[in-house]
């Protein structure tokens, strides 16, 4: 990664890299409902993106649409200059570049800690048993939950079983990650220790694209800050300046309402 | 007599056995099928499953025994090998339907999200199916797959009406030897069947026991 240009400044200066995800004029329909109204944004190498806004907005169905869990309607989605193929191996190879982390962590039940994180470098990168578990137990003691290695998924607690999400999704050493919500499903008290995990990806330099209400989060470690609303990307701006002036009553509105807490 | 019995038992076990493979091969195929991504596969499964679980059993083996041999579908020279291949192939394509209708609704059971989170990490479809859903699935519906399979264990019976050699046919020629016996050949082909079925339950028991999945 690039020096931070300006040291003094909380969150760094916007776009550091060439575009990575490339989204342009997407259209999307759950029949009648236009979900997601010609969304255009770019996200650039090393570059995170905060995507915020009212329940229902869009905000999740935009991030399925980059790994095409939801097709599109109209528009483009391009990875790394490469547009979104349709269904088949070519689509799930270049899903592998793209970690996804689920607000509900959508653990396998049936495997180990461990299991859940060699899986995919097993069948996908066609990794050695032995080279995916050294991988993976360097991934979970990345993340903090190495004594866990051998249990399964319901034993763990939400913070742990959300840490786990993210060490799977980094086993694949994805371009790009999608977080949905990963803290909503948090007891308070676990929220920080994956917040913690996921400050660090972004201080590593990892591209990501993450929906979240965490202030703190898109105040430490974002780039942009992107507001959504009826299925719109309403306003694009810089954490510190969206939080304290944002520019449309939409933001106003819903900044207000979750600050009343 | 329990030589009678012995190889009639042995008949069945044989019977049994091929069809249980085969059922839950072909239960598997179709019931992946019926959620794949692909709509031609999905309706020819859905068809399928449709028409033969409708059909009598003996109206299938019918079919099998006398309308593939019309049209010249010979598995073996010996035409008791042959009967026996047509009788399974039958009891196969039956009781397939019953093992893909109960994986279908254990496929039901696991979270979607589990399969999206497959998929993310880049397993495609079939991947997804064999080491994420299909293993839960399995788990969930072993209790009702024990009844469809206890069930195809006493469907064998219906072979002897084709020419096959199994208990019934053992007990029907035991009965033409010793017709003062009947009732006690009759009680014996019973036993011999609910052993069969007692052991398939404790089998399907200890399986369900030992793949117990934490939620
Ligand atoms: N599979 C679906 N079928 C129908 N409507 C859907 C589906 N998924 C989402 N929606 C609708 O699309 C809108 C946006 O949903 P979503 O992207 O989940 O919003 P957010 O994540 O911002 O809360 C909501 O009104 C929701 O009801
Ligand atoms: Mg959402």
């Known amino acids: 990664m690039t020096a931070d240009p300006n040291p003094a400044q909380t969150s760094p200066q916007p776009a550091p890299g060439r575009p990575l995800v490339e989204i342009t004029n997407v259209d999307k329909h759950f029949g009648e409902f236009h979900a997601l109204k010609d969304i255009t944004l770019t996200v650039h190498h090393g570059e995170v993106v905060v995507v915020i806004g009212p329940s229902g907005s869009g905000k999740s169905t935009l991030c399925r649409t980059i790994n095409r869990l939801e097709t599109i309607d109209n528009g483009t989605i391009t990875i790394d200059g490469k547009v979104l193929p349709e269904e088949g191996a070519q689509l799930a190879q270049l899903r592998s570049d793209v970690g996804m982390v689920f607000q509900s962590f959508n653990l396998f039940a049936h495997k180990t800690i461990l299991e859940n994180v060699t899986l995919g470098p097993i069948k996908v990168r066609k990794l050695g048993k032995a080279d995916a578990d050294a991988l993976a137990m360097d991934l979970l003691t990345r993340v903090g939950v190495e004594h866990q290695a051998q249990k399964f998924p319901a034993q763990l607690s939400g913070g742990q079983q959300q840490r786990v999400a993210i060490a799977r999704a980094l086993a694949m050493k994805p371009k790009v990650m999608l977080f949905d919500e990963p803290t909503s499903a948090l007891d308070p008290e676990m929220i920080n220790e994956v917040l913690d995990v996921m400050v660090e990806l972004a201080q590593d330099g990892m591209t990501m694209v993450v929906v979240t209400h965490e202030m703190g989060f898109a105040r430490k470690a974002a780039n942009r800050v992107a507001f959504m609303a009826d299925g719109e990307i309403v306003e694009v701006a810089e954490p510190e300046t969206f939080f304290t002036a944002p520019r449309s009553e939409r933001a106003k509105d819903f900044l207000s309402k979750i600050l009343t807490h | ?215």
């Open chain 2, 1 to 215: 007599m329990t030589q009678l019995f012995l190889s009639g038992t042995w008949g069945t076990l044989r019977l049994f056995l091929l069809t249980l493979v085969g059922c839950l091969v072909l239960g598997t195929i179709l019931a992946a099928m019926r959620v794949s991504p692909t709509p031609v596969l999905r309706v020819t499964a859905h068809t399928y499953v449709n028409v033969v679980r409708n059909t009598p059993l003996t109206l299938v083996m019918f079919f099998c025994v006398f309308g593939l041999p019309y049209l010249d579908i010979r598995f073996a020279e010996s035409a008791g090998l042959n009967s026996m291949i047509l009788a399974t192939i039958a009891l196969i394509a039956y009781t397939a339907c019953f093992v893909a209708e109960t994986l279908r609704s254990g496929i039901a059971t696991v979270p979607v999200g589990q399969a999206e989170a497959a998929r993310a990490i880049g397993l495609t479809f079939g991947q997804t199916l064999s080491t994420v859903v299909l293993p839960q699935a399995v788990r969930t519906v072993i209790p009702p797959l024990g009844s469809v399979i206890i069930a195809m264990l006493k469907n064998t019976s219906i072979a002897s009406a084709f020419n096959n050699r199994e208990l019934m046919s053992a007990m029907r020629n035991a009965i033409e030897l010793r017709g003062d016996l009947v009732i006690t050949i009759l009680l014996a082909t019973a036993v011999v069947y609910l052993v069969l079925a007692l052991i398939l339950g404790r089998v399907f028991d200890l399986l369900e026991k030992k793949l117990v999945i934490l939620r």
